[in-house]
T-cell receptor
């Protein structure tokens, strides 16, 4: 069973730039969620994708956007980067079957905005 | 939205000691998970426990859904148990997880 993989592991960007983070879901999982974790805090929900459509969004501005592909992998795009976007970005996958399914997280992408 | 509070915020133990971490939540939940985040940032799923008690080696967890709290027990702690322990709840099936602020555990040799 292949776990959740994220790329890149680390990234440094300049304020105003754009960034794309990638996630491959765990084998057999059809739902992907993205979370932002600032230093010293718990992860905050950004949005979730199911069947290639956004299926719930947290309190993040529109410059945070995403995609889910037919193979259930996903991208998180952030435009017009701000210093406060510096954080660990976590991707999680689960299998929505009508029952309950625990989330499994990747190792994250650590983004630094200077 | 739902509020999740974890206590204590910090905990320092000697190797071999036992500990109890608590998670309180403000409304009924469909799901509750406990995670361990290691120093490299990896979130590891410990328990999926919307109610009842589960055990996995030296770790066990109990959720009392009617009283809106969950407890994580760590027995005979080891230095590798160090890290941040998060409780996260899901209000409805398939929705977002809301995390607490975590308990920073340090186990000294």
């Amino acid at each position: 069973e292949t776990g959740v993989t994220q790329s890149p592991t680390h990234l440094i960007k300049t304020r105003g730039q754009q960034v794309t983070l990638r996630c491959s879901s765990q084998s057999g999982h059809n739902t992907v969620s993205w979370y932002q974790q600032a230093l010293g805090q718990g992860p905050q929900f950004i949005f979730q994708y199911y069947r290639e459509e956004e299926n719930g969004r947290g309190n993040f501005p529109p410059r945070f956007s995403g995609l889910q592909f037919p193979n259930y992998s996903s991208e998180l795009n952030v435009n017009a980067l701000e210093l406060d976007d510096s954080a660990l970005y976590l991707c999680a996958s689960s299998q929505r079957t009508g029952g309950d399914s625990p989330l499994h997280f990747g190792n994250g992408t650590r983004l630094t905005v200077t | 939205g739902i509020q999740v509070e974890q206590s204590p915020p910090d905990l320092i133990l000697q190797e071999g000691a036992n500990s109890t971490l608590r998670c309180n939540f403000s409304d009924s939940v469909n799901n509750l998970q406990w995670f361990h985040q290691n120093p490299w940032g990896q979130l590891i799923n410990l328990f999926y426990i919307p109610s009842g008690t589960k055990q996995n080696g030296r770790l066990s967890a109990t959720t009392v859904a009617t009283e809106r709290y969950s407890l994580l027990y760590i027995s005979s702690s080891q230095t590798t148990d160090s890290g941040v322990y998060f409780c996260a709840v899901e209000e409805t099936s398939g929705s977002r997880l809301t995390f607490g602020e975590g308990t920073q555990l340090t186990v000294n040799p």
